[in-house]
């Protein structure tokens, strides 16, 4: 079993959908919770940072973090063709090295 | 945010070359500076971890006589890929974890390196 799942996609809905992403981890040591955009043929870009259980919301979207259950969400409000792209999860402990997820593939229609 | 910048963005070269990425950190200090190898459709895979002033980290599996790591300042990482194969041709994106961030758990990338290797 690997440290993080996270489902691959392609997830591919219509501009101006709500999109949710996830992802499920097995390590309980994990405190700091990421998720990165990586565009094709680009390094990933960090968007959002949240630190133990919670919610953070920044602009269009917003990070859950439930450590009960080992489970982590992006939430993207109104959906643009621009947020096309590949999304990773990942997660650390201090000092640690991350742990990434897969990445699901984003497609936004217009 | 914090910006990391790669040099160069793009190469090719023949087989048996070597061939060196360089990683900079260009508006903060960074003592550790990680390197990753992705494939296509794939997510990253950590090579080694790079502290400056000593010697690199490297993965299980990664063979570090092949990947040569020198962290030789708080901006400034190199790899250098030796005697580079076909089987080397992949993208090569560095991170750099900044000195002052929280918890020392940030970690901000560079735009990724394509090898191909003739």
């Given at each position: 079993q690997k440290e993080v799942e996270q489902d691959p996609g392609p997830l591919s809905v219509p501009e101006g959908a709500i999109v949710s992403l996830n992802c499920t981890y097995s390590?309980?040591?994990?405190q700091y919770f990421m998720w990165y955009r990586q565009y094709s043929r680009k390094g990933p870009e960090l968007l959002m940072y949240t630190y133990s259980s919670g919610n953070k919301e920044d602009g269009r979207f917003t990070a859950q973090v439930d450590k009960s259950s080992k489970y982590i969400s992006l939430f993207i409000r109104?959906?643009?063709?621009?947020?096309s792209a590949t999304y990773l999860c990942a997660m650390t402990s201090y000092g640690n090295k991350l742990v990434f997820g897969a990445g699901t593939i984003l497609r936004v229609k217009s | 945010g914090a910006v990391v910048s790669q040099h160069p963005s793009w190469v090719i070269c023949k087989s048996g070359t070597s061939v060196k990425i360089e990683c900079r950190s260009l508006d903060f200090q960074a003592t550790t500076m990680f390197w990753y190898r992705q494939f296509p459709k794939q997510s990253l895979m950590l090579m080694a971890t790079s502290n400056e002033g000593s010697k690199a980290t490297y993965e299980q599996g990664v063979e570090k006589d092949k990947f040569l790591i020198n962290h030789?300042?708080?901006t400034l990482s190199t790899l250098t890929v030796t005697?580079?194969?076909?089987?080397?041709s992949s993208f090569y994106i560095c991170s750099a974890r900044d000195l002052w961030g929280l918890a020392g758990s940030w970690q901000f990338f560079g735009p990724g390196t394509r090898l191909t290797v003739l």
């Open positions: 390590n309980s040591a994990f109104d959906s643009q063709p621009s947020d | 030789a300042s708080l005697s580079a194969h076909p089987e080397d």
